[in-house]
């Protein structure tokens, strides 16, 4: 698995954990808020694992824009500089 | 002053998950202390003793379902569960025609020591001291378990959390009651909780009697209301609380019993059993002497709940009613329990449920 | 059936302790932020709090032993203290079987706890001393209430968090009107804590440099403390010993939201001042004005201003928040907002809400009294607080009549 793959599918434990659900219900483009019933507190607790796990401070004004997996994956690798 | 009625209850406690198993083997130690089990299995931290009174099998997941339910500390779980069983024990169905009426009042001695103690451990070790987390942050406030439950189970009656460790579940008791006399809901769910941790085993052991009794856990919920329909039903005759000042604590204690017959119009002879409610922080036998003095020399059969499951602080007297309800019925099962407890400094409460 | 009245008032603040220079300090619209010393709040991005500076319990407690107290039982039962003695209360003269202490929080002995982890972080469990266990029971915050006044009726402590204050009143308005008591000292107390910055730092929910609620950019909370109490009579027992009274406790009304443990309900908000009202016998068109649980989040002064717009209609009385100088005190909030409400009955002001500079479009019709105490008649005051777990409580206070 390349250090990309690895990542993703790190977050999608860490973000399926946070909605209460399994990794395998967590698609790449399933809106939290609308298919997975996550509120603005559990948005917020996905921003600080993202923080402690990956050392990566993403600020709560861009919550809006981490509707999914994959949005999400995007701006922690923009945030973290990753270039893979 | 109007009688309430327990119309449904619940006990979890290291005996097991319903009432009668905390009965049964009461019944079964006749009076003996039980030595608790080896506990290390549920907690990761060091313990005072290897031995503690917990409910090892315990698994919220199991009994509510993952959704919901993976950010509750143990006290939570246990309260929610509690709460569950007792309206289904009560028979009584919640709907949007009377949700308004049913409300929650749990007795606490300060919450979740181990959640609010984590917490602030987090802000000591972390890189940053902010790197906690959100999710968690509600299990740091006393009202946590209360709150859930009434989420979980859509209780939009008056809710509280009282506090008081052994002495919350009286407060929690004179709460309930007021609500209901005052007309604000129709249905009270009342209890108390409290949850074994690495946290409490350590506090429970620096009590002053914490070198005698390990440290147990456990929740017990009544569902109470009105005087109507009490046919067959045990009634809440009586509960009184108060302080003594400057060491009056004992004093205290036996008026508050006195004060307690008083109310319910009985004579020291209607009781039929004496609950005191042994914890780490008040031992068993100023309670005793107490309540022995206000029954002018009558002396009832005895019940001490943490020789049956270990120090459970706040949820102890709880426990010890839920049992009580639930012994065998030989002999006399028709007089009256006495509940005493004794909570920090003057803090004193007592009350007299009909069987 | 009896009636209930305020007869002293005992605000220990970062704005002033004592009755006189609360009042003063509300008045005059003073901040009471300043940066956090009762922890080293280096490593946090915020570090402003609504601080007791010099907080000095043996100048105001006479029988308490301060050494066996936790900082929030200290701050309890010196409001109290200030209470009884403005109230002119002659305890002596007290049934003390029939005087009870009701006292709410959020934290309870936060300090204590903060010190009994630091400990077994550096040493371990077994290195905690006694003497901080013995501390830590939030039923302590009305045991030192009792204690220190010699009171043998009821000593509860409500942990309904951030509306505890309310739930307390409330308590003891029913106590004093089914005639269990004669007195009840009714209140709040927390302390600032790391735990709580952190938690509502890390819910977006604090803000960096001072509290402005109802206004555009509000930003979030400033974590304060303090204590505040009343002394609560009936009546007949006020009048037979010629008391001075402020208001007069109309009644209350409390609901749980049943949805979500943090973030606040417009529809349940609104249901329980519905049920305050009703509770109290009183209209919304009698209420003049609203002490507001206005945490200056932007959530929370969105939803409960949606909610007294939709009980009140589009012109609602005006509603300041005084967070907005002692920051959110906890336990002790809807505590402070009842003295600064039976104040501004019995002086005839509106307390302003300060740091106020933009009005919000989504507010239209809240009138926050922005930045300056306002003189008004004031006959009725409502007061609000919310609280995690969805716990709502309001009070309704009245002039003497």
């Given at each position: 698995?390349?250090?990309?793959?690895?990542?993703?599918?790190?977050?999608?434990?860490?973000?399926?954990?946070?909605?209460?659900?399994?990794?395998?219900?967590?698609?790449?483009?399933?809106?939290?808020?609308?298919?997975?019933?996550?509120?603005?507190?559990?948005?917020?607790?996905?921003?600080?694992?993202?923080?402690?796990?990956?050392?990566?401070?993403?600020?709560?004004?861009?919550?809006?824009?981490?509707?999914?997996?994959?949005?999400?994956?995007?701006?922690?690798?923009?945030?973290?500089?990753?270039?893979? | 002053?109007?009688?309430?009625?327990?119309?449904?209850?619940?006990?979890l406690s290291a005996a097991?998950?319903?009432?009668?198993?905390l009965?049964?083997r009461a019944?079964?130690l006749?009076?003996?202390r039980h030595p608790g089990v080896?506990v290390?299995?549920?907690v990761?931290?060091?313990l005072p003793r290897p031995e503690g009174h917990a409910l090892?099998?315990?698994?919220?997941?199991?009994?509510?379902?993952?959704?919901?339910?993976?950010?509750?500390?143990r006290a939570?779980?246990l309260?929610?569960?509690?709460?569950?069983?007792?309206?289904?024990?009560?028979?009584?169905?919640?709907?949007?025609?009377?949700?308004?009426?049913?409300?929650?009042?749990?007795g606490t001695t300060v919450?979740?020591l181990k959640?609010?103690?984590?917490?602030?451990?987090?802000?000591?070790?972390?890189?940053?001291?902010?790197?906690?987390?959100?999710?968690?942050?509600?299990?740091?406030?006393?009202?946590?378990?209360?709150?859930?439950?009434?989420?979980?189970?859509?209780?939009?009656?008056?809710?509280?959390?009282?506090?008081g460790g052994p002495l919350a579940f009286?407060?929690?008791?004179?709460?309930?009651?007021?609500?209901?006399?005052?007309?604000?809901?129709?249905?009270?769910?009342?209890?108390a909780v409290e949850e074994f941790s690495a946290h409490r085993a350590w506090a429970s052991a620096s009590g002053p009697a914490g070198g005698e009794v390990p440290a147990g856990e456990g929740a017990a919920?009544?569902?109470?209301?009105?005087?109507?329909?009490?046919?067959?039903?045990?009634?809440?005759?009586?509960?009184?609380?108060?302080?003594?000042?400057?060491?009056?604590?004992?004093?205290?204690?036996?008026?508050?019993?006195?004060?307690?017959?008083?109310?319910?119009?009985?004579?020291?002879?209607?009781?039929?059993?004496?609950a005191t409610s042994e914890t780490s922080t008040a031992g068993t036998r100023?309670q005793?002497?107490?309540?022995?003095?206000?029954?002018?020399?009558?002396?009832?059969?005895?019940f001490v709940l943490s020789r049956v499951a270990g120090d459970c602080g706040a949820a102890t007297p709880a426990l010890a009613?839920?049992a009580?309800?639930?012994?065998?019925?030989?002999?006399?099962?028709?007089?009256?329990?006495?509940?005493t407890a004794h909570g920090t400094?003057?803090?004193?409460?007592?009350?007299?449920?009909?069987? | 059936?009896?009636?209930?009245?305020?007869?002293?008032?005992?605000?220990?603040?970062?704005?002033?302790?004592?009755?006189?220079?609360?009042?003063?300090?509300?008045?005059?619209?003073?901040?009471?932020?300043?940066?956090?010393?009762?922890?080293?709040?280096?490593?946090?991005?915020?570090?402003?709090?609504?601080?007791?500076?010099?907080?000095?319990?043996?100048?105001?407690?006479?029988?308490?032993?301060?050494?066996?107290?936790?900082?929030?039982?200290?701050?309890?039962?010196?409001?109290?203290?200030?209470?009884?003695?403005?109230?002119?209360?002659?305890?002596?003269?007290?049934?003390?079987?029939?005087?009870?202490?009701?006292?709410?929080?959020?934290?309870?002995?936060?300090?204590?706890?903060?010190?009994?982890?630091?400990?077994?972080?550096?040493?371990?469990?077994?290195?905690?001393?006694p003497?901080?266990v013995e501390?830590l029971p939030?039923?302590?915050?009305?045991?030192?209430?009792?204690?220190?006044?010699?009171?043998?009726?009821?000593?509860?402590?409500?942990?309904?968090?951030?509306?505890?204050?309310?739930?307390?009143?409330?308590?003891?308005?029913?106590?004093?009107?089914?005639?269990?008591?004669?007195?009840?000292?009714?209140?709040?107390?927390?302390?600032?804590?790391?735990?709580?910055?952190?938690?509502?730092?890390?819910?977006?929910?604090?803000?960096?440099?001072?509290?402005?609620?109802?206004?555009?950019?509000?930003?979030?909370?400033?974590?304060?403390?303090?204590?505040?109490?009343?002394?609560?009579?009936?009546?007949?027992?006020?009048?037979?010993?010629?008391?001075?009274?402020?208001?007069?406790?109309?009644?209350?009304?409390?609901?749980?939201?049943?949805?979500?443990?943090?973030?606040?309900?417009?529809?349940?908000?609104?249901?329980?001042?519905?049920?305050?009202?009703?509770?109290?016998?009183?209209?919304?068109?009698?209420?003049?004005?609203?002490?507001?649980?206005?945490?200056?989040?932007?959530?929370?002064?969105?939803?409960?201003?949606?909610?007294?717009?939709?009980?009140?209609?589009?012109?609602?009385?005006?509603?300041?928040?005084?967070?907005?100088?002692?920051?959110?005190?906890?336990?002790?909030?809807?505590?402070?907002?009842?003295?600064?409400?039976?104040?501004?009955?019995?002086?005839?002001?509106?307390?302003?809400?300060?740091?106020?500079?933009?009005?919000?479009?989504?507010?239209?019709?809240?009138?926050?009294?922005?930045?300056?105490?306002?003189?008004?008649?004031?006959?009725?005051?409502?007061?609000?607080?919310?609280?995690?777990?969805?716990?709502?409580?309001?009070?309704?206070?009245?002039?003497?009549?």
């Open positions: 698995m390349s250090g990309e793959n690895e990542r993703y599918e790190q977050l999608r434990e860490i973000i399926a954990e946070v909605l209460e659900i399994e990794t395998d219900e967590l698609t790449d483009t399933g809106d939290f808020a609308e298919e997975y019933q996550a509120d603005s507190l559990r948005a917020i607790e996905i921003l600080a694992r993202i923080d402690k796990e990956f050392k990566v401070e993403i600020p709560q004004s861009e919550l809006p824009e981490l509707r999914n997996l994959k949005a999400t994956y995007e701006a922690v690798a923009r945030h973290a500089g990753w270039q893979d | 002053m109007t009688a309430l009625t327990i119309n449904g209850l619940a006990a097991g998950d319903r009432p009668e198993a009965a049964e019944t079964a006749a009076g003996e080896s290390g299995g549920i990761t931290e060091d090892l099998d315990f698994d919220v997941r199991a009994r509510l379902g993952r959704r919901g339910t993976s950010f509750y500390d939570t779980a309260a929610v569960v509690a709460c569950g069983d007792a309206l289904t024990d009560s028979g009584l169905t919640v709907d949007d025609t009377n949700r308004a009426r049913v409300g929650v009042v749990l919450g979740s959640s609010t103690s984590d917490y602030t451990r987090e802000t000591l070790v972390q890189e940053k001291p902010y790197l906690v987390n959100p999710m968690l942050f509600p299990n740091t406030v006393m009202n946590c378990a209360a709150g859930q439950a009434a989420i979980r189970h859509k209780l939009k009656g008056i809710n509280a959390t009282v506090t009286f407060n929690a008791l004179r709460y309930a009651g007021n609500a209901i006399r005052r007309g604000y809901v129709d249905t009270m769910l009342v209890g919920v009544f569902v109470i209301g009105g005087g109507a329909d009490s046919a067959g039903r045990a009634t809440i005759c009586a509960v009184t609380t108060g302080y003594g000042p400057d060491g009056t604590a004992e004093q205290a204690l036996t008026d508050c019993v006195a004060r307690a017959l008083h109310v319910a119009g009985a004579a020291p002879t209607d009781v039929t059993l004496l100023p005793r002497a107490a309540a022995l003095r206000a029954l002018d020399g009558h002396v009832p059969a005895e009613l839920a009580a309800l639930r012994l065998p019925a030989d002999g006399d099962r028709s007089g009256l329990i006495l509940l400094d003057g803090g004193v409460g007592a009350a007299l449920v009909r069987r | 059936m009896r009636r209930v009245v305020v007869t002293g008032l005992g605000p220990v603040s970062s704005i002033g302790t004592g009755v006189t220079a609360f009042g003063a300090a509300l008045r005059a619209g003073r901040s009471g932020i300043s940066q956090i010393t009762s922890f080293d709040p280096s490593g946090f991005p915020y570090r402003n709090g609504g601080e007791v500076r010099d907080f000095d319990p043996a100048a105001w407690l006479h029988r308490l032993p301060t050494d066996r107290w936790g900082r929030s039982s200290q701050f309890a039962a010196a409001a109290a203290r200030l209470a009884a003695e403005d109230a002119k209360l002659d305890l002596d003269a007290v049934d003390r079987t029939r005087a009870h202490a009701v006292i709410g929080t959020t934290s309870g002995e936060s300090v204590v706890l903060e010190a009994l982890t630091a400990r077994l972080v550096e040493a371990g469990f077994d290195a905690v001393p003497q901080l501390q939030a039923g302590r915050l009305a045991h030192a209430v009792s204690e220190e006044l010699g009171l043998r009726g009821d000593s509860l402590t409500l942990a309904t968090a951030c509306s505890a204050s309310n739930y307390a009143i409330g308590y003891a308005y029913d106590l004093l009107v089914s005639g269990e008591s004669d007195v009840v000292f009714a209140g709040g107390a927390d302390s600032v804590c790391r735990w709580a910055h952190a938690g509502f730092y890390r819910l977006g929910a604090l803000t960096e440099h001072a509290c402005a609620p109802f206004d555009r950019d509000r930003s979030g909370i400033i974590t304060g403390e303090g204590g505040a109490v009343l002394a609560l009579e009936t009546w007949e027992h006020a009048e037979a010993r010629g008391a001075h009274v402020y208001a007069e406790v109309l009644g209350y009304g409390l609901n749980c939201d049943a949805n979500h443990p943090v973030a606040p309900d417009r529809d349940s908000i609104a249901e329980c001042i519905r049920i305050a009202h009703r509770n109290a016998g009183v209209t919304p068109e009698q209420v003049d004005y609203i002490c507001a649980h206005g945490t200056g989040t932007p959530a929370n002064d969105l939803v409960e201003a949606q909610a007294v717009l939709e009980v009140f209609g589009a012109n609602p009385p005006p509603i300041s928040s005084i967070k907005s100088m002692i920051g959110h005190t906890m336990g002790a909030a809807s505590g402070f907002g009842a003295i600064a409400s039976a104040l501004a009955i019995e002086q005839g002001f509106l307390p302003p809400t300060i740091n106020w500079s933009h009005p919000d479009p989504q507010l239209t019709g809240i009138d926050p009294v922005p930045n300056e105490a306002r003189p008004a008649t004031v006959r009725l005051v409502q007061n609000n607080g919310f609280a995690f777990g969805g716990n709502n409580a309001i009070v309704l206070l009245g002039a003497a009549r």
